[in-house]
């Protein structure tokens, strides 16, 4: 009997001590009774809100990552587009050849036009602006100039760095030895782009006494040469 009583005391006892801590927990925490029964659905709901979180915030991320590595890409792109711009820039016709596989001679170069200060002849006279060879002269990259004969036959082709190539269409009168006149169309680029130069060019070809017009317009029209015919326009029309 005294057993009963004592085990019924000492469950009552634990109940009321259970019954203190929970009261105790609810005054420290402000977590309802009820709310302890809840317990797992509410660590339920908090692992799910997390998953959530986590999952958007990794979907973030990656997007993040794939528009920096597009920035990233693109900046490579851009960087290496200017590099390859760069790196395709044409030289210009001094630098592109070896010119030293040439034969070099030195030679007073000065200019002259087709017009009566250097021809005698004058606009509307049927040999205005005609050769010697036959054609007309011409400013291109490859330009008609005179020459002695005996030196630079017709058809001969010069390198003259700082004017381009020089095809041998012409000669003159006061033209004797190393000595070159190159054709510009007017007084005034004469003076402002040549004058009077003694310098080293190089003998790309020499002439057999011949040229036409179709051989001339053949090597402007030389399509391995118009990045360098461009240049030469672009430098004549500033």
């Not at 005054?27 to 009774?33: D, L, N």
């Not at 760095?161 to 006149?181: S, T």
Request: with cysteine; net charge positive; aromatic share 12%.
């Amino acid at each position: 009997m005294n057993k009963i009583r004592n085990g019924t005391k000492r469950l009552a006892m634990t109940c009321l001590f259970l019954l203190a801590l929970l009261v105790t927990f609810q005054s420290i925490s402000g977590v309802k009774a009820e709310s302890l029964f809840s317990f797992a659905n509410f660590k339920s709901e908090e692992k799910q809100l997390s998953d959530e979180i986590n999952s958007h915030f990794t979907h973030k991320l990656k997007t993040i990552g794939i528009a920096f590595k597009m920035i990233k890409q693109f900046v490579q792109f851009d960087s290496l587009a200017s590099n390859v711009a760069v790196a395709k820039t044409p030289p210009t016709l001094e630098d592109a050849f070896d010119w030293s596989r040439y034969p070099k001679t030195t030679v007073t170069a000065t200019g002259y036009t087709a017009g009566y200060e250097s021809t005698g002849k004058r606009e509307g006279n049927p040999e205005y602006g005609i050769t010697f060879s036959g054609v007309k002269v011409k400013r291109d990259l490859f330009s008609t100039v005179a020459a002695d004969l005996t030196v630079f036959p017709i058809g001969t082709i010069l390198f003259i760095p700082g004017y381009g190539y020089g095809v041998v269409a012409d000669k003159g009168g006061a033209i004797k030895g190393n000595e070159l006149d190159l054709y510009y169309k007017t007084v005034e680029d004469v003076y402002n782009l040549w004058g009077k130069k003694k310098l080293d060019i190089y003998i790309v070809q020499k002439g057999n006494g011949k040229l036409t017009e179709d051989q001339l317009q053949k090597l402007n029209e030389d399509k391995t040469m118009q990045v360098f015919r461009q240049q030469f326009i672009k430098s004549e029309s500033k």
